[in-house]
Structures are given as structure tokens and as C-alpha cells.
């Protein structure tokens, strides 16, 4: 079955037209006036977000912590490194220039239903020199919260699985998951969990 996509963009042209394209190549796409309600049924769906406002870009924020499976590609009147990182820290799964051609629309289309994200290498590697951030505090002890989650990954639930038990998104829940390995200062979920056995903790 097709994932759901939604093209939202202020520009009712440019809307009709990515829709065409996509509905072309055999998308299931809609442009709803509401994309904050369309966004909160089941199953995993898509969204091509143009942040060309303040509004867009609050939107942007909003849609990736709702508790559902939205994977967004953020599409930037002006591409540069530094707003498409902006993006990607604000919850986009991948940035386009909004001038794209239409293959490049599809392509974008086909690899966030796919669950791949879609960054240049210059966003990659910007966002590398961005630092892990806040995720390393490595300042206090484990919630029980956080002890449940290590074991349930010991145990091999996946992060879906276990998002969908702690009641999390799957993004949130790798968020999460992110802050708790920097708690712990590793790198990842196998480190994560040699550590957290060392610890006795699993």
C-alpha cells in the first residue's frame, strides 16, 4: 500500500504542480488545508513541508513529536548549508531546494516512504561539526524510564517496538534514545548496552 504523502507550500501553483508530478508517478498525495490533522492517522505518511515562514517552520517542529510515523522533507527557497541544517535540528528527515526538477521531487518522495533520509554531503557534514549537542550531558544517574528502555533493547525489541510500548513516536523515541546514550557517553545502542551491563544494570 502507498505511504500517504502531503504536499504543504503557500503557493497554490507550486502545490498543484508537485501534486501532478507525484500523482504521475504513481503517489498517493493530497494537499490538506489541515496538515496538523491529516498528520495524526495511522500508519506512516510523508510530508513535503516548504518553510518559507515563521509558521512553517513552527509547524516543522510540530508535526515530527506528534506520536505519529511522519517522515518530513523540508523544501528551502534558499538551500544553503546553514538553513538546511536549521531543518534538520527542527525535525526534518531531508532538505530540497524547492526549485528542484521533478525527478529529484519523486526521488525525495520515494526515498522518505522508503524511510531514507535525504541530506547532501555538506549538510552531513556540517551537521557532524555541529557536536552531539545536549544528548552528551553524561551528568546524571538513569531513570527507571531509561533503565526499561536498555532492557527492552537487550531483550531485541526494536526501537519501533519499544516507542510503541513506552507510547513514544519511533522519531521521539530515537530522540530519547539519543539523550540516554549520551548520558551514558557511548556512541550507540551496542556500547549502550555493554555499558549498561557492566553496570548491572541489565
Known sequence: MPVPIAVHDPLPVFRRGAVTTLRD????????????????????????????????????????DGGHHVAVIALLEDADVRTSVQAVLAGADGVL?????????????????DGVGL???????????EGPGPA???DGPLTDGEVNWLRGLSEGLTVRQLAERAGYS???????????????????????????????LI
Open 25 to 64: 508517478a504513481g503517489f498517493d498525495v493530497d494537499s490538506p488545508d489541515d496538515l496538523g490533522a491529516w498528520a495524526a492517522g495511522s500508519g506512516r505518511k510523508v510530508v513535503l513541508l516548504t518553510l518559507d515562514s515563521p509558521e512553517d517552520w513552527l509547524l516543522l517542529r510540530k508535526l515530527p
Open 170 to 200: 519511533e522519531r521521539m523515541m530515537y530522540r530519547l534514545l539519543s539523550y540516554l546514550y549520551g548520558n551514558l557517553q557511548v556512541e550507540n545502542r551496542t556500547q549502550a548496552l555493554m555499558k549498561a551491563h557492566d553496570q548491572g
Open 119 to 129: 541530506l547532501p554531503i555538506s549538510v552531513l557534514r556540517a551537521l557532524a561539526h
Open 136 to 138: 552528551r550531558r553524561g
Open 97 to 113: 531546494p524547492r526549485e528542484c526538477t521533478p525527478e529529484a521531487l519523486c526521488d525525495a518522495a520515494l526515498r522518505a516512504s
